[in-house]
């Protein structure tokens, strides 16, 4: 009875809250944030803002600032303008040096010498040194550390013994030369090892200071970092600030002053809040909200490519997909990933037929029914599903794993009614909140067919291949092939970098052959930015240094 | 008295070791576990994360030193924010809840009391019907609706307060407006029923037939009696505005102890969550026992 009356009372007031809404939205026009008194620039379109302050949204709150422990896209984005590794990314992408201003491959592509600029130094004032990489190197592959991360060192010389436990820190393949060289010595080949050392795992940290105050030293007022900037506040779930670092050995060419960062998991919350200027850059954008956005505000959305899959797995070690490549082909070719991609995501998506996102200087594979028609592919779906021993009067009845979010429930659904409409299929969506999505999806008891997305770790095809390789932790279809495997392997330790990407390819292809996975599109990095924030240019890991942003008058 | 003061003391110290246990359980009983992420963590690393938050140990003996711990007033490191202690979160995020709710409950008796007196003496007429009607509104309308509402109109059109974050008093003016619109709308209700009531007492109309003001006998006479029941709703009504700002500093962006639960919970941050419930659970406890108290003291009956 209660319900009833509570319900009967909110349908009486709806015409009221309607009116509400239509005046609010009616009053409001176009967003006047571009449209503002000042032009942006001032008179020449160039002249600085004397308020060189930039707020960022950034996601959720970092674990940790420990460059070491830390893990996530929004705790990186603080650490690269805290601290500075061995190499450092253009506005563009492109590695160049950092710490080192220059280094050296051995013949067989197994050491690396770096030569470290001797003007670098940390936020009190001391030198860094080839021995603070060191010391950084052998504290993240240290099992005591508690890193999350430490093993993407593991083609360095003996990382993955001593994260096992079973060498001591010490013996790892990172050794000071001098105070300004370090060697790096590796297991095999590793073409994108200077793209990996702007990874937050191989920063360095200052020694003295994490002696002293222990897993406390990434706090403000403890924190020496070797960056830009400095932390100056962190107020947990309001913000974290950073100012400039005096002592960074290019700070004469760094523009912005203070830089916010804001956790706001809520996107909606994010937007309102950059539309009333308090964000100059925001972290992410509603999906629900983008038609609104690309009406009004559509100078100011930053969408580009970004070096991920968005793909759904089988579970290959239980029926029925185990040993049943061909019904496996089968919902893969029956999703229309045009549509997909277009209009159920609609951000700029990018369809995807391979497993590797485009990456500069890697030959993608395709598969053959890349270029069919949908109706080709439909038709030839239908065949796979009926040779499979599948039909409208014994359809096939899977249960589709997701972790909870708008985004995916739409792109689930949309999948769904695919294979209800052109098969017969009965897919079941469930969803999961992500700590018991992960576990579900961890333990393959389960699983048939799931949700995932991968985000490569560096700009390598490597970083996606590896993930399908039967040693792979984080291969959740369960998926063994010794052909796929022999192939990654061999391209990780070819020298050839031809050879290498060609082995990739190959992978890739088997892969696709055997279909475990459904690779759906590939990532778009979406931001809103203000038009008086300059310097920041799209890049496909979706990186920005602060130090390269400045902000115009306005 | 001094025997039911103690009474009370003493039962509820069960009340919360029961409150503890059950939260101790339920958390772990969650599925996925707090260090569960996207990618895997080596199993040498993740045998030393739960050396290092003692996971490893039987349960009884986890809950033994988590008790141990909490007599001594140590709520223990947090899993998710590995560089803060609960205690420092707590700290950080409490006194924003508290304002929060303490300035929604100063606006909602204030405003309430008004409104409830306003529409009590002038019943039945058109103001009584507006003040009323808006009331119903306040009550229906949920948080979640009213308060995107108000950042599109105040933050975004109109740009007079900000639409989230907390720099200034000013970023609590919309969320303390936002969780205070029920209360008031709720406190008017009350408060317009029992000065209805009131006023049909023999004693106002005593008052009346003396010849006395209106202004007299409504600040004399009718206005305490009438508050009564306002006042027994207070207690309940602060420890559900303090406690229950979650949505609200959702939406605006709050650091308050809401969001640190609702965010502990999703991340199975084990010592968070429990700190949280413990110290909920204590304050809650408290004030039940203040307004039990003070209900003794009011009314004899009760220390029976």
Request: glycine share 8%.
């Amino acid at each position: 009875m209660f319900v009833i009356s509570v319900f009967l009372r909110q349908a009486a007031l709806l015409p009221i809250l309607f009116i509400f809404l239509l005046t609010s939205c009616g009053g409001e026009g176009p967003d006047n944030s571009d449209v503002s008194a000042v032009q942006v620039g001032g008179e020449t379109g160039t002249e600085f803002a004397e308020l060189q302050t930039l707020r960022v949204g950034n996601g959720v709150e970092p674990q940790t600032l420990d460059p070491h422990r830390a893990e996530g896209v929004p705790a990186a984005n603080i650490l690269r303008d805290l601290y500075e590794g061995l190499t450092i990314e253009s506005p563009d992408g492109e590695i160049i040096p950092g710490v080192a201003t220059r280094w050296e491959t051995s013949e067989d592509g197994r050491t690396y010498t770096f030569y470290l600029r001797e003007d670098a130094r940390w936020s009190n004032g001391d030198p860094v040194t080839a021995a603070d990489f060191v010391f950084g190197f052998q504290r993240s592959v240290d099992p005591e550390t508690l890193s999350n991360y430490s093993s993407i060192l593991e083609p360095v010389l003996n990382a993955a013994e001593i994260i096992e436990g079973v060498k001591p820190p010490e013996a790892l393949g990172v050794k000071a030369l001098n105070d300004f060289t370090l060697e790096i010595s590796l297991i095999e080949p590793t073409p994108y090892l200077p793209g990996l050392l702007n990874h937050s795992t191989t920063y360095p940290v200052h020694r003295a200071s994490v002696q002293k105050h222990g897993s406390q030293f990434a706090r403000p007022g403890k924190l020496i970092g070797n960056g830009a900037y400095v932390l100056d506040e962190w107020a947990a779930q309001s913000h974290i600030k950073l100012i400039r670092n005096q002592y960074y050995w290019d700070d004469a060419k760094t523009i912005i002053d203070t830089v916010y960062f804001y956790p706001i998991e809520n996107q909606d919350t994010e937007l309102k809040r950059y539309r009333a200027d308090e964000l100059d850059i925001t972290g992410d954008i509603p999906y629900p909200q983008l038609p609104w956005i690309r009406e009004n505000l559509a100078a100011q959305l930053a969408i580009s490519p970004y070096l991920g899959s968005y793909y759904f797995g089988f579970n290959v070690t239980r029926p029925p997909f185990e040993n049943n490549a061909n019904l496996r082909r089968a919902l893969s070719l029956a999703i229309d990933r045009e549509i997909i991609a277009e209009k159920v995501a609609g951000a700029g998506e990018i369809p995807a037929f391979g497993w590797v996102p485009p990456i500069q200087g890697y030959q993608q594979a395709v598969p053959e029914w890349a270029d069919w028609s949908q109706s080709q592919r439909d038709a030839e779906a239908l065949r796979l599903y009926r040779e499979a021993g599948y039909s409208k009067d014994k359809p096939l009845t899977i249960e589709v794993l997701y972790n909870t979010s708008a985004n995916h429930k739409r792109i689930s659904v949309a999948i769904a009614s695919m294979w209800k409409q052109k098969l017969g299929i009965q897919a079941k969506l469930l969803n999961q909140e992500w700590k018991v999505f992960l576990q579900t999806r961890r333990r393959m008891e389960t699983t048939e067919v799931y949700r995932a997305g991968w985000i490569g770790d560096y700009n390598d095809a490597y970083s996606f291949a590896q993930l399908m390789h039967s040693a792979n932790e984080m291969n959740h279809a369960g998926y063994v092939s010794t052909e796929y495997d022999a192939l990654v392997d061999q391209a990780a330790s070819e020298q050839d970098m031809v050879k290498r990407g060609e082995l990739l390819t190959a992978a890739e292809q088997v892969l696709l052959e055997d279909m475990p996975i459904i690779p759906v599109y590939f990532y778009v990095s979406k931001h809103l930015v203000k038009p008086w924030v300059q310097g920041r240019q799209p890049n496909i890991m979706d990186h920005h240094y602060t130090k390269n942003l400045y902000i115009l008058k306005h | 008295m001094l025997k039911f003061f103690v009474h009370r003391l003493l039962s509820a110290i069960p009340t919360l070791f029961i409150l503890i246990g059950l939260a101790f359980c339920l958390i772990r009983v969650a599925p996925g576990g707090p260090f569960d992420g996207e990618k895997q963590l080596p199993p040498e690393i993740e045998a030393n994360l739960r050396a290092a938050y003692h996971l490893d140990e039987p349960l009884y003996q986890q809950f033994g030193r988590y008790m141990l711990n909490l007599a001594q007033g140590d709520f223990g490191p947090s899993f998710q924010y590995r560089d803060f202690t609960v205690t420092e979160l707590i700290g950080s995020g409490f006194p924003v809840s508290l304002q929060l709710g303490a300035l929604a409950m100063i606006l909602a008796v204030f405003f309430g009391v008004l409104a409830g007196s306003v529409a009590a003496l002038r019943q039945n007429s058109a103001t009584d019907y507006s003040v009323m009607a808006t009331a119903m509104i306040g009550i229906s309308v949920p948080n979640f609706v009213m308060a995107p509402l108000l950042i599109l109109f105040f933050a975004v059109t109109l740009r007079w307060l900000p639409a989230g974050g907390l720099e200034g008093w000013r970023n609590l003016i919309l969320p303390v407006v936002c969780l205070a619109l029920p209360q008031i709308a709720y406190i008017a209700r009350l408060t317009r029923g029992s000065m209805i009531e009131v006023l049909r007492s023999p004693f106002i109309r005593t008052a009346r037939a003396q010849g006395l003001s209106m202004r007299r006998i409504l600040f004399l006479h009718l206005l305490k009696p009438s508050l009564l029941p306002v006042i027994s709703y207070l207690g309940p009504a602060t420890a559900a505005v303090i406690t229950g700002s979650v949505v609200i500093e959702q939406i605006f962006g709050l650091p308050g102890l809401g969001r640190f639960f609702v965010q502990g919970a999703l991340n199975r941050d084990y010592t968070l969550v429990m700190g949280v419930v413990v110290f909920y659970g204590t304050l809650i406890i408290a004030f039940n026992f203040i307004v039990d108290v003070i209900y003794a003291w009011l009314d004899p009956r009760v220390r029976l």
